[in-house]
């Protein structure tokens, strides 16, 4: 079991009425698998996927991610949590402007405080696996869009994370470029056996997955 | 890391080429201002502090009771120095002092040097270094002691100790061997002589000595280790009160009020260390620092105003790299971390600034100190400490301008951050309330720039009661008698159409360009009154001269023989005698010498405007030295005039420098001190208005970034651009106003308290206090409007889009 959500709830005060963004949520996910969440727009996806990737809090409820209680985390603790296991990936790509491509894929790296060396190793090893080589010394504005978040996925995986959660990865991209993108996760989940959370509007990119999650008005369908 | 941060700050600084150059600009700018500022204050505050005993030194001073009230005199007889370390247990040393030229005459050199006529241990209280020969100065009394520089002039390149020189001493040349040469005395020192020469070898030695009614210099004091100035000035009680009866009881005949111990003569002591700091006042000595804090805090304020700007900038700008900083979280970023980088980068803007700030101080140095009037140099910056200082501080203020919104930007949420939304829940209070106090300070300093021109004007152009257009004067200088050397200068010049006319007199009218300014003032019973008048010697021609006005009877006149007994006296001075028929009046002068008054003279002013005009009475006595020649010029050909003047005072004194200047330069000269101020608070307003503007700039940057929204939704709803920028600008406008309800109150009660100074006058109009506020209000508003203007007209979609 990688992580195990128990009846999580989260909620804002909103002109006194109290609005639950989520409501009542169970969900044990385990190591290799590939799950799609669904549902309309508000429905409470993002907030669920912020969740698990502890971004965001919640307001009740029990979450056990590798046998560590992450609700009574503290904050660095959880920081240092995510940090370690989890690869983010966004519609909106969210590389550096400032930085180029390679520079990007190394920043994850910093903060994990690797040596200069390793640092280097590693992201000549990705930029190899992702084809990207030529491309390095880039900005992200100098790249399509589909490069751009090829450079995102690289980058969430580039420490090795056990997660990788992406949020609607292919919203901003044309189809041949979201298709793209899909079998590569399709392919890490295969092939390397990375456990995957997307949140997605398309049947199809949904289809990718090995699980389906429907979520309506914060609640579990 | 260090590099990441480096190179992630350097792009961001120039990607936003407008705000990083806005910011440098304003910081450096700030510093410059500053460095100088700071460093005038501290050469200031560090006046005299080389000496070593400077804790217990001390100039006596006198604080008589008289009619009007009680008066301060710095000025001491002959004999007091002596009696009191006799008379008064507590004395380690005593020294008098007194100031007046030396006229030093070797072969073919003649020359006016700066001279102190001292006691020897003069030099065991004050701390002048010596550079070569005795350790202990002029031990005997035909020895001097001479600066560097001074014996550079005198013997140019020779070797100058054991030398001999003479010196001019009441129209006779002394002889006089060099034994010490001292290092030139430091810049921050408030006494300043070229040359020390024994007092008893004074010109006025002989007429002083044993008289305790004559007083011409000051006297310095160092103290035992233990004594308590306040109980050695109560030790002084009787000694005062004995050596100086006669004067106390005439005190006490004329009406005088004891003060609240009892007496009418008290000794007091001035610690040393303050006397740059010093006014007489009302009799007691009034040590004043505000000025130099003031400048302290001027450098303070200009730069709390740039590091407000910066701070608030920096918020602004980092509303765009709120993506980045949630991206950097979920990267596994600590907040540590993200607020070291931040504040890397404030520290790169930090350094930057700096240097171009030393830069530009460095730039201005020169007319920093001619128009300041002071002799800060970096050399006296440049110790470890200071600059460990300056460090230290520089530090500490980027960890406060910097690290606050590296805080803030640390402290948001993840996904908050990662939206690229900053939402504001509370009303910026502290930033408005710091763009009201931007504002008020720049409308105060600008109402303060009008006041100020307004009075210097005023001043400048008053008429004064003489022509000081076309006359010139210069300090005769040379070591002809005076009166011999203007006659001969009325020889040269005589049958030239463009010279009028030519007179001398004791004192110079304004400040000449040799620098030295002084009153003397005589005292004498008229019909049981004590009466004091300022004492005036002239020669013939001095009412015609310059012009004064005679209201009635007649001036000195060569075709009566007995003027050197009559008297020329002012309006004040009748008013002051109280007699009705002012041409009847016979003074009858200490040593039963009876002197008429001939003629009444319209007031003038002799002295500076801010002095109401006192009495003043003229003498015309051969005995008595002139120190001042005045030509009267016709006003065409003004400077071919000057330079005639010139050519024949360098006839009659060869060797004399001639120092003349138009009487209207002198007077302009007496008013450094107002147009040192004036520059400093225009400067100062100029700094604060741009640096305000700067500040402001970004805030409406700021506010239209979070705006865009609610300017997309107005305008789709059909607000036209004119509404727009009001409603923008608005709230900014409002600011201004409350500043400049504020500042201008309080502009106008500082101006009336500053102008209080001056018996005459300008008036402060009322437009002295609006033109300020209109003034930062368009400025403001052009400022403001840049940005929402632009805003404005942007098109919704675009705007809308954002969200």
Known sequence: MLLQLNNIFKWVNS????????????????????????????????????????????????????????????????????????????????????????????????????????????????????????????????????QQQLVGIARALISNPKLILADEPTGNLNSAQGEEIMELFKKLNEEDGVTIIQVTHSEKNAAYGSRIINLLDGRKV | MLKNYLKVAWRTLTKNKTFSLLNIFGLSIAFGAA??????????????????????????????????????????????????????????????????????????????????????????????PVLKGDKTPIQEKSSVAITQDAAKRVFGEEEALGKTL???????????????????????????????????????????????????????????????????????????????????????????????????????????????????????????????????????LILIIACVNFTNMSIAGSTRRLKEFGMRKTLGAPKKQLFLQLWTESLIVFIVSVGLGLLLSILFLDSFKTIFNTNISFEDFSSPQIIMGFMVMLLVITFISGGYPALLMTRIGTIQALKGKLNMEKKPHLRNALITIQFGISILLISGTLVLWKQLDYMRSKNLGYNKEHVISFPLNGKK????????????????????????????????????????????????????????????????????????????????????LSLVINETMVKSLNEENPLSINIMMEDSVNYKVIGVLKDYHFEKLNKSIAPITLFMNKEWDM??????????????????????????????????????????????????????????????????????????????????????????????ILSITYLLAKDF???????????????????????????????????????????????????????????????????????
């Open chain 2, 166 to 300: 003479n010196i001019l001493v009441n129209g006779q040349e002394k002889s006089f061997k060099v034994s010490s040469i001292l290092e030139n005395i430091p810049e921050n020192s408030s006494v300043e002589f070229d040359i020390a020469i024994g007092f008893q070898n004074h010109g006025s030695y002989n007429e002083i000595k044993g008289e305790w009614d004559n007083r011409n210099h000051n006297v310095y004091v160092q103290l035992d280790k233990n004594v308590l100035p306040e109980s050695f000035e109560n030790n002084t009680v009787a000694f005062s009160k004995q050596h100086f009866a006669e004067e106390i009881e005439n005190a006490i005949r004329d009406g005088a009020v004891k003060d609240k111990n009892g007496n009418y003569k008290q000794l007091k002591l001035l610690p040393f260390k303050n006397t740059s700091f010093a006014s007489f006042g009302k009799g007691v000595a009034k040590v004043d620092k505000t000025l130099t804090y003031l400048i302290f805090g001027v450098a303070l």
């Open chain 2, 481 to 564: 008698n005076s009166y011999e050397a203007v006659q001969l200068l009325r020889n040269e010049l005589q049958g030239n159409p463009n010279i009028l006319n030519v007179s001398a007199s004791d004192n110079n009218l304004g400040r000449g360009k040799d620098g030295s300014a002084y009153r003397s003032v005589l005292g004498f019973d008229y019909k049981g009154r004590g009466i004091k008048t300022n004492m005036l010697v002239v020669d013939y021609d001095y009412i015609e001269t310059l012009d004064l006005k005679l209201l009635k009877g007649r001036g000195f006149d060569r075709k009566f023989a007995a003027d050197s």
């Open chain 2, 35 to 128: 460095i100088l500022l700071s460093m005038t204050a501290f050469f200031e505050l560090s006046y005299d502090s080389f000496h070593k005993h400077v804790d217990t030194v001390y100039q006596i001073y006198y604080t008589e009771q008289t009619p009007k009230g009680a008066v301060a005199s710095t000025s001491h007889p002959e004999p007091l120095a002596m009696a009191i370390k006799e008379e008064v247990p507590g004395i380690q040393n005593i020294a008098r002092h007194l100031e007046d030229d030396a006229l030093i005459l070797r072969e073919d050199i003649e020359l006016n040097l700066d001279g102190v006529w001292v006691d020897k241990s003069f030099f065991s209280i004050f701390s002048f």
């Open chain 1, 15 to 146: 002109g006194g009425q109290r609005i639950f963004l989520l409501k009542d949520i169970n969900l044990n996910v385990n190591e290799g698998e590939f799950i799609s969440i669904m549902g309309p727009s508000g429905s409470g996806k993002s907030t669920l996927l912020n969740v698990i990737g502890m971004l965001d809090g919640f307001d009740e409820g029990e979450y056990h991610f590798l046998e560590e209680s992450v609700h009574s985390l503290k904050e660095k603790h959880r920081a240092n949590l995510y940090k370690e296991y989890i690869g983010f990936v966004f519609q909106s790509y969210h590389l550096l402007d400032e930085l180029t491509v390679k520079e990007n894929l190394e920043m994850p790296l910093l903060y994990k405080k690797f040596k200069g060396s390793e640092r280097k190793a590693m992201v000549a090893d990705m930029l190899d696996r992702f084809n990207i080589v030529g491309k390095k010394d880039l900005f992200p504005a100098q790249l399509s869009g589909g």
């Open chain 2, 733 to 803: 406008l409002k600011l201004v106003v409350i500043g400049f309800l504020i500042a201008s109150p309080l502009a106008w009660w500082l101006s009336k308290s500053w102008l209080e100074d001056y018996a005459y006058r300008t008036s402060i109009s009322i437009w002295m206090l609006l033109v300020p506020g209109v003034i930062a209000f368009f400025i403001a508003l052009l400022t403001i409007s840049a940005k929402t203007l632009n805003a404005a007209l942007q098109n919704p979609t675009k705007s809308l889009r954002t969200d």
């Open chain 2, 627 to 720: 120190y001042y020649a005045y030509v009267k010029v016709a006003p065409k050909n003004i400077s071919a005039s000057f330079d005639l003047v010139k050519n024949a005072y360098a006839r009659v004194e060869p060797n004399a420098p001639f120092l003349g200047s138009f009487l209207n330069e002198n007077v302009d000269r007496t008013f450094r001190r107002e147009r040192a101020l004036t520059t400093m608070i225009t400067s100062g307003s100029c700094i604060a208005i741009v640096l305000s503007c700067i500040g402001l700039f970004a805030m409406s940057l700021l506010v239209v970034t979070q705006r865009t929204k609610e300017i997309g939704i107005r305008k789709v709803i059909g607000a036209n």
